[in-house]
C-alpha cells in the first residue's frame, strides 16, 4: 500500500468548532487532493495541492481551507463545522506524467460527523 | 463538476458471469481511469487507459474507450465473490481528477 496516513480515522464534533483533519505521505508525491464522499453524490473533490503552498480549489470548496507547508502533509481545515460537512473525507495523491494525471493512491478515510 | 457518470447503478450477478459498467464523460479528456472501492475502504486503481487507446486488458479486467461517444467500459469476466465492490470511473481535468457516483456490484455465490 502506498503510504499514505489519515488522521483521526474518526471524528465526532459539535456544530461551530473548527476541525482539522491531517494527510500524511512517505511516497513523495507532488499533488495531493480531499475529497468528500456521500451517499448518491460519490467522490466530490474540496481542495487539492500542487506542490509545497501552491493549493487551489474543487468543486465543493465553500466551508473549507487547506494548507501544505511540507511536501508530506496536507490539512484539511473545516472553519466552522455544520451538519452537512458530516461525511467521509479521504486524502489522495498522485504524480504527473507528460502533465497527464496518472493514478491516485488513496488513504483510508476519515469518517467525521457533525452533531 | 463531476465528469464521469456510471451505469448502472448497481449491478448484482453470480459467480463465473461477467460483470459490464459503463461511464459516460463530457468533456475532452486525456486518460480515463477505473477505481474500485471496497466496503468501508479507500479507493484502488485497476486500470488507466490514454486517449489514444481504444481497449487495454489487466488480468481479467477489459476496458474500452470511445473518445468519439466520450464513453468507456469496464469488463470484468469470471466474477467472484471478491469483486464485491463499489467501482468508479475518473477522467482528469488538468491537475485532477474528478470522479463518477459509481457502480455497485455485486457477486453472490
Known amino acids: 500500500d502506498a503510504g499514505i496516513t489519515q488522521s483521526p480515522r474518526h471524528k465526532v464534533t459539535e456544530t461551530g468548532t473548527p476541525v482539522t483533519l491531517r494527510c500524511h505521505q512517505t511516497e513523495n508525491h507532488r499533488y495531493m487532493y480531499w475529497y468528500r464522499q456521500d451517499p448518491g453524490h460519490g467522490l466530490r473533490l474540496i481542495h487539492y495541492?500542487?506542490?509545497?503552498?501552491?493549493?487551489d480549489k474543487g468543486e465543493v470548496s465553500d466551508g473549507y481551507s487547506v494548507s501544505r507547508s511540507k511536501t508530506e502533509d496536507f490539512l484539511l481545515t473545516l472553519e466552522s463545522a455544520t451538519s452537512s460537512q458530516t461525511s467521509v473525507y479521504f486524502c489522495a495523491i498522485s504524480e504527473l506524467q507528460a502533465r497527464r494525471a496518472t493514478e491516485a493512491f488513496f488513504g483510508q478515510g476519515t469518517r467525521l460527523t457533525v452533531v | 463538476s463531476q465528469q464521469g457518470e456510471e451505469d448502472p447503478q448497481a449491478l448484482s450477478i453470480q459467480e463465473g458471469e461477467n460483470a459490464t459498467m459503463n461511464c459516460s464523460y463530457k468533456t475532452s479528456i486525456n486518460n480515463l481511469q477505473w477505481y474500485r472501492q471496497n466496503s468501508g475502504r479507500g479507493l484502488v486503481h485497476l486500470i488507466l487507459?490514454?486517449?489514444?487507446?481504444r481497449e487495454k486488458h489487466s488480468g481479467r479486467l477489459r476496458v474500452t474507450l470511445d473518445t468519439s461517444k466520450k464513453s468507456s467500459s469496464l469488463l470484468i469476466t469470471a466474477s467472484r465473490a471478491a469483486d464485491t465492490a463499489s467501482y468508479f470511473c475518473a477522467t482528469d481535468s488538468g491537475y485532477a481528477l474528478n470522479f463518477g457516483k459509481g457502480t455497485s456490484l455485486l457477486v453472490t455465490p
Open positions: 495541492s500542487y506542490g509545497v503552498k501552491d493549493t
Open positions: 487507459i490514454r486517449s489514444n487507446e
